[in-house]
């Protein structure tokens, strides 16, 4: 279970929500600048709120009470951002395996397995200059797949998918999450998607969680 109690100021609001996630998958939805990805770095430990309480199962990741803020390196939380972060310098095949330590046949397997669900087994050796944004997006969701995280974030993770590619890797992507059993937080605009395979949908609006 993933557990956040959080109060984080902004310039024009601050962020005051609470929530506890299982392990299912949660949107957030709101309007540009709702404080949505705030809270996905506050959890990946990549800012701190102000005050609050962030812990995953028995693990706390940070508590102001406490005075814990375990580094981001250590939380095992799997975030791909909006603008992807794909290593220009590197081939598709070093971006996908970067941040595994080990390459076991395991490692072999799953990403064997990521590039046939993502449909980039033709990407494989290719640089990545040249790779078109929804090509991009799906080299990094392979990417922080193969870290097996245990819990996902990802920043509108789907948007430069085609309608036809966006509907096959959101279901498989649902199926992904009940073999591994781990809690996903998914920030989407479109709505339709949303209820497609998530669980359930926080609406957020000035940093607070509002009823729709």
């Known amino acids: 279970m993933l557990e956040v109690t959080m109060k984080k100021k902004l310039t024009d609001f601050s962020v005051d ?35 609050g309480m962030i812990k995953l199962n028995k693990t706390t990741f940070f508590s102001s009470e406490q005075k814990i803020s375990m580094a981001s390196r250590n939380r095992r939380v799997g975030y791909m951002f909006q603008d992807y972060a794909i290593f220009p310098h590197m081939s598709v095949y070093k971006n996908i395996w970067y941040g595994v330590s080990q390459k076991t046949k395991v490692k072999q397997g799953l990403y064997e397995s990521l590039l046939k669900l993502l449909e980039i087994e033709y990407l494989a050796e290719r640089d990545v ?37 966006r509907k096959h890797v959101g279901m498989e992507f649902k199926k992904i999450q009940e073999i591994w059993d781990i809690p996903y937080i998914i920030v989407t605009h479109d709505e339709s998607e949303a209820k497609s395979f998530s669980n359930r949908i926080f609406y957020l609006k000035q940093g607070h969680f509002v009823m729709r």
């Not at 790779?131 to 920043?155: C, F, H, K, N, Y």
């Open 129 to 165: 200059k040249n790779l078109s944004g929804g090509e991009r997006q799906r080299i990094a969701l392979a990417r922080v797949l193969m870290t097996e995280p245990e819990v996902l974030l990802l920043d509108e993770p789907f948007s430069a998918l085609d309608s036809t590619l």
């Open 17 to 51: 929500i609470g929530f506890q996630i299982e392990n299912e998958i949660v949107t957030f939805q709101g309007d540009s600048g709702s404080g949505k990805t705030t809270i996905l770095r506050c959890i990946a430990g990549l800012m701190n709120p102000d005050q």
